[in-house]
């Protein structure tokens, strides 16, 4: 395979290997803030009415007062912090998820730095 050697040449083999088995569903499931029935409910409601519903019940929890916090532009890191941790539970290596994604691999680094996603899936393999 010269595109592997290519490929290795240019950047360390670490980019290549297999991720952890990342997954956000077990994560949140053994942080106890999910379980079956919760993720079926929620995979029947539309993205845009999930994102609305989390606002409105910040709204209400901060006593209908989020003025101030500039929400729109958070809007996104925040969408692309949540592909990141889609991307990294869905593929199979950092190789695909640049491909997934769209990135180059050293944008893909650092995001993954920045957001702190690799930090992010290691609590699962501490509590397992």
């Known amino acids: 395979m010269a595109w592997k050697r290519k490929l290795t040449r240019r950047y360390p083999k670490r980019h290549f290997t297999k991720i952890k088995n990342y997954n956000i569903s077990k994560k949140l499931r053994n942080s106890g ?5 919760f993720e079926v409910m929620l995979s029947m409601i539309p993205l845009e009415d999930i994102i609305a519903l989390k606002l409105e019940l910040a709204n209400k929890s901060a006593g209908g ?3 101030g916090i500039p929400v729109w532009k958070n809007l996104n890191p925040i969408v ?4 990141l941790k889609h991307a990294y539970s ?3 290596s950092k190789g695909d998820v ?3 994604l769209g990135l180059k691999l050293v944008d893909l680094l650092r995001y993954t730095k920045m957001y702190k996603i690799e930090e992010y899936f290691s609590e699962i393999e501490e509590k397992s």
Do not use: P
């Open 65 to 67: 007062h989020l003025y």
């Open 33 to 37: 803030k999910t379980n079956t029935e």
């Open 80 to 83: 692309k912090e949540a592909l």
């Open 98 to 100: 640049c491909k997934y």
């Open 90 to 92: 869905a593929c199979y």
